[in-house]
Structures are given as structure tokens and as C-alpha cells.
């Protein structure tokens, strides 16, 4: 079955594919893409942040619903000054400057992580891009910006603990479903797939309680290169696996 095709009127193949409604994305590898090519990392997250759009994109005209992307994670801080500082400075241009082409594809911008350690103009371009887009129906843009699965589970755990303290509710209420109702954002599924470039085979701290039976996808290729050639393997793949929730085949 063919797709529309994009812009630049790719065939969008779904014939042994399967798209998942809900997909992560961990954007890795843009210092090492710099570095290749003798430049400074921060080249590298300026091309990362464009291919961006691309994943979008495509992601759209495959009918993904909820796509979450790890931008800027709870450790990130551990970088250099100047590093976190060109980062924070390419989130406040980023969202302005892609909100057209955003509108265009009916994307909705959502943030997930911990806003509070932000710098305030972040905050407020973050606000801003979530508000104007709340209506749109394609997909839904998620990104982890200051984001821990750590810290989001600890925020849950405090939040239902602040209900037992109250005395609205005991402990042995506490289920899975109420931790799950009270991460960031509880209406969005949890992922059912999620990729990562740039060959570590790692979470980093990404949606930890979420991804409890995510499928992995890896591939060498560093996200600056991540393109709809590797989108779609990584569908094809997802296609083939065997998802079976702790019981047996079907
Ligand atoms: C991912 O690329 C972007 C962020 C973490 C913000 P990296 O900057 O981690 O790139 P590598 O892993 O050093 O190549
Ligand atoms: C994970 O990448 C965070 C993002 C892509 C935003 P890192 O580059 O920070 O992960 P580690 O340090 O290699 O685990
Ligand atoms: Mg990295």
C-alpha cells in the first residue's frame, strides 16, 4: 500500500512494515558526527536538531500518533558550560522557528521532563509552542527536555505520596495503574518501539517506567545521518518481532 509521498514525493512503502502508534526516538551521536568531520559538536547538534523535522515528517506520513524524542536528559548537565549553554540557546530558536512547517503537518508540541531547572526563556518558548499547537490532530511531538525516567518515577512516587499523607489513600492502594497516572504525561501510550543511533545499547535514563515492554531498535548510524531509509528498516524490523508480553507465540 503507497502513502502519500512527501514534498519530495517519496513512495512510502507499508507492505511488511509495521508502524507503531507510539514511538521513542534517542537522538545520539551529534558530537561524534562533528567530530568526524572536524567540527565542533556543537555542528553536530545543529544538524541533529534539523534532521529533526525530517523525523517528523516521516513519522507523519507513516501514521505514527505520539512520537517522544530525547533531547536534553537529567544528566546532561555534566557537559561543558558552553555546550549546555549552545543547547539551551538552539531549544529557544528551535521551536519558533519550526513552528510552520510544524503547523503544516498538523504536529502538536508537547514537552515531558522537570521545566523547573530550565532556564525561564526555555520554559516560556516551551509553553508557547505547546499552547499554539494544542489543537493540531496528526501527531503528537514530544520532547523529553530535562528529562530523567529516574526522576519522573520519583515525582510519581511523591505525588501518591502526598495522597497517603493526606490520608485519602493507604499504601496497600498503591497500584501500577497509579504510578503509571501520575508520570509526566499519562495520556500518552507508552512507546511500543524505541530507536536509538549512534550503537549504544542503552536507555540513558530515557522513559524507564514506559518502556517496561518497549522492542529495541540500534543502528551505527549517528543521528545527524538518521534518515527514512533507516525509519523504515527499523518498521520492517518491528515487524518481525515477537511481542509476547511474558506469555507464548501466538
Ligand atoms: C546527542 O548527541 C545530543 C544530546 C545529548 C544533547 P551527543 O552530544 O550525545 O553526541 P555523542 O554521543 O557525543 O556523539
Ligand atoms: C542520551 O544521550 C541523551 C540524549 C540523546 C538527549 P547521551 O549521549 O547523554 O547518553 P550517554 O551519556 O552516552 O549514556
Ligand atoms: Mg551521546
New binding site residues.
Given amino acids: 500500500m503507497a502513502l502519500l509521498g512527501n514534498k519530495k514525493e517519496k513512495t512510502y512503502d507499508t507492505g511488511d512494515l509495521k508502524v507503531p502508534v507510539s514511538l521513542g526516538v534517542?537522538?545520539?551521536?551529534?558530537?561524534?558526527?562533528?567530530?568526524n568531520r572536524h567540527l565542533p559538536?556543537s555542528a553536530?547538534?545543529k544538524v541533529?536538531a534539523e534532521n529533526l523535522k525530517e523525523l517528523c515528517r516521516n513519522c507523519v506520513r507513516y501514521g505514527v500518533k505520539y512520537l517522544t524524542v530525547?533531547?536534553?536528559?537529567t544528566e546532561?548537565w555534566a557537559?561543558p558550560q558552553p555546550?549546555v549553554d549552545f543547547?539551551m540557546k538552539l531549544f529557544v530558536e528551535l521551536f519558533d522557528k519550526y513552528d510552520e512547517e510544524l503547523a503544516e503537518e498538523g504536529i502538536r508540541v508537547r514537552f515531558t521532563g522537570d521545566d523547573s531547572e530550565l532556564p525561564k526563556k526555555v520554559r516560556e518558548v516551551c509553553k508557547t509552542a505547546e499552547e499554539r499547537s494544542k489543537n493540531r490532530p496528526n501527531m503528537q511531538l514530544i520532547v523529553a527536555l530535562n528529562y530523567g525516567g529516574r526522576r519522573e518515577i520519583l515525582n510519581s512516587c511523591r505525588q501518591i505520596a502526598e495522597k497517603v499523607k493526606a490520608g485519602e489513600i493507604d499504601p496497600s492502594d498503591i497500584t501500577e495503574q497509579m504510578l503509571s497516572d501520575n508520570m509526566y504525561l499519562p495520556d500518552v501510550p507508552d512507546p511500543e518501539l524505541i530507536i536509538r543511533p549512534?550503537g549504544?545499547m542503552r536507555l540513558s535514563n530515557f522513559l524507564l517506567w514506559e518502556s517496561a515492554y518497549s522492542e529495541f531498535w540500534v543502528s551505527d548510524t549517528?543521528?545527524p545521518d538518521f534518515g527514512y531509509e533507516h525509519l523504515t528498516q527499523a518498521f520492517r524490523d518491528f515487524a518481525s518481532r515477537d511481542r509476547r508480553f511474558g506469555g507464548l507465540s501466538k
Fill in positions: 534517542i537522538m545520539d551521536g551529534n558530537g561524534r558526527w562533528a567530530t559538536r553536530g547538534h541533529g530525547y533531547a536534553f536528559s546532561n557537559r555546550e543547547l549512534s549504544e549517528l543521528w
